[in-house]
């Protein structure tokens, strides 16, 4: 082999391994014990969601209100999970572990909330039945796939 291409196989080789160094740290692993409560919810009782993507029901005490508490993992161009099923009329709370900048947007129902710092809540009651595209409004986000169907009964 003559010099150029050895100098080439070496700078692809320094590359590639940067590469995979600088992408397997920064992906963000969900924590299982999250004990957020609702925002303007300070008597919420303790709950727990566990990182497969369950859910529980965390209840106020005081307004004896039910909200769904559900976690997102937000990575670039992915959130996990891909799909959230609720009732029409239900509140959730949302707890976003987010990578990077990035919105979860649902046009159909008004919400295009900014995603910037490690955790963001974000709570809203859909009040109609359907299936609903949430998705990154950054450009480039949405057609390299962050997206996900929110399923409302």
Known sequence: ?????????????????????IRGNNQVQPQTNLEVPAPGNENV???VVN???????????????EARK???????FSYDPEFIETESGETIVINFQNSGIHTFTIDELGIDEPLSGDSVIIEFTPERSGSFEYYCAIPGHKEQGMVGELIVN
């Open 70 to 76: 559900i976690d997102i993992v937000s990575r670039n």
């Open 1 to 21: 082999m003559n010099k150029v291409t050895v100098m080439i196989l070496g700078v692809l080789v320094i590359v590639g391994i940067g590469y995979f160094l």
């Open 51 to 65: 990182s497969t993507g369950t859910d529980e029901t965390i209840v106020d005490s005081e307004r004896q209100s």
């Open 45 to 47: 009782e303790e709950t």
